[in-house]
């Protein structure tokens, strides 16, 4: 089983649409939790971090379910510009480095 | 502010050659410094890390080396590339002890 893993898309959605990602990762005792949005031949740039309450940025709202591992992304009113890839990233205890999933691809269609 | 510098932005090498991939880090002392490698419409694969100088931690055997030799520089070489080592090299800093790390604007790398 993978550690963190996401449904790759693409998703295909209509300008002004909402749209919900969601991850699942394997390891109970993770500590931190990220998304990350990755723009085609780019590298990966932090979006926002994922608190237990829940926090919302803007049109960006992050929702984490530690009991059942899993964290949502979800985008209200979508712009052209929104169009990339979510990555979900996670931190582990004992572990120096980010564990990255492979991305959901979203593209916001006019 | 940080910044993170990352060079060549894209490279094509023949099978065989070395390599030397560079990563500098402005504007903080004593980062921990990462290489990541993407493939083509895969996830990132942690390559190396680093807490600081001479000191590399590798997390998957290869054909590739990381050096650190000083504090906000990370170095990612191969004697001699593979085929396999074609994909997006990818440098990141973060703060010791902290969670989100921060990355460069990646080497696309063609080995040919």
């Known amino acids: 089983r993978k550690e963190v893993e996401q449904d790759p898309g693409p998703f295909n959605v209509p300008e002004g649409a909402t749209v919900a990602f969601n991850c699942t990762y394997s390891n109970s005792a993770s500590q931190s939790f990220f998304w990350y949005r990755q723009d085609c031949r780019k590298e990966p740039k932090l979006l926002m971090s994922?608190?237990?309450s829940g926090n919302e940025d803007g049109r960006f709202t992050a929702q984490l379910n530690r009991a059942s591992q899993y964290i949502s992304l979800l985008i209200r009113d979508s712009k052209l510009s929104d169009s990339a890839t979510y990555l979900c990233v996670v931190k582990d205890p004992g572990r120096r480095a980010l564990t990255f999933g492979s991305g959901t691809r979203l593209q916001v269609q006019p | 502010s940080q910044t993170i510098h990352q060079w060549p932005a894209t490279l094509v090498q023949p099978v065989g050659s070395p390599l030397s991939l560079e990563c500098t880090v402005e504007g903080t002392s004593n980062p921990n410094l990462y290489w990541y490698r993407q493939a083509a419409g895969r996830g990132l694969q942690l390559l190396f890390y680093?807490?600081?100088?001479?000191?590399i931690s590798s997390e998957v055997p290869q054909n590739l080396s990381a050096s650190r030799p000083q504090d906000r520089q990370f170095i990612l070489s191969s004697k001699k590339l593979l085929l396999s080592d074609s994909g997006f090299y990818l440098c990141a800093w973060s703060v010791q002890g902290g969670a989100e790390a921060f990355f460069g604007q990646g080497t696309r790398l063609t080995v040919v």
């Open positions: 994922v608190y237990s």
């Open positions: 680093s807490v600081g100088i001479g000191q």
